[in-house]
């Protein structure tokens, strides 16, 4: 679960969030540590080795909810996604996609990945990622993906700001 539990989804919020995310100084080293609010526990963001990752929107839970009902969860988070990529496509010219199989394949079989992929995949952020970068006015990289843990847990829109190109590696 994250702080953004409960709120509704705005295009006009997620790109103000992105924006302070953009604004914020990166960690330049250092381990990979989660945030959380400190009276939910719930989780608001991970910072690391040049890199911010937060939540944009989370869904409702998915506990009894099976067919259309699914579907329309997760049509709803790809819709939110979707919106905000033509907003940002519109902004910073168009996007690349950045599969996250190989790292994920990668890190199952115990193998290292890249520290931003494994705080992803440490916030069950297991949906290819949408990239800009370098974004116009920073040397920054900037992505959203759509995620969940299983199939009770919320689906979650997420930005992450990165000092380094971001892009998985070709091959497993």
């Given at each position: 679960?994250?702080?953004r539990a409960g709120e509704t989804f705005t295009t006009d919020r997620a790109l103000l969030d992105i924006?302070?995310?953009l604004?914020?100084?990166l960690?330049?080293?250092g381990p990979t540590a989660a945030e959380s609010d400190p009276e939910t526990g719930e989780w608001t963001g991970t910072g690391g080795d040049g890199f911010r990752v937060v939540p944009l929107w989370e869904g409702d839970a998915l506990t009894g909810v099976y067919a259309a009902e699914w579907n329309d969860?997760?049509?709803a988070a790809e819709a939110h996604r979707a919106a905000l990529v033509d907003i940002l496509d519109r902004r910073w010219g168009?996007?690349?996609a950045v599969p996250l199989h190989v790292p994920l394949f990668r890190r199952q079989e115990g193998s290292p990945v890249d520290p931003l992929f494994d705080?992803?995949?440490?916030q069950d952020l297991y949906g290819d990622l949408t990239v800009w970068g370098p974004v116009e006015g920073a040397d920054l990289w900037v992505g959203v993906s759509v995620g969940h843990s299983d199939g009770d847990a919320p689906l979650v829109l997420a930005a992450l700001v990165a000092a380094r190109p971001v892009a998985?590696?070709?091959a497993w």
């Open positions: 679960m994250t702080g924006d302070a995310l604004a914020r100084p960690p330049v080293a969860a997760e049509d168009p996007h690349r705080a992803l995949f440490d998985a590696p070709d």
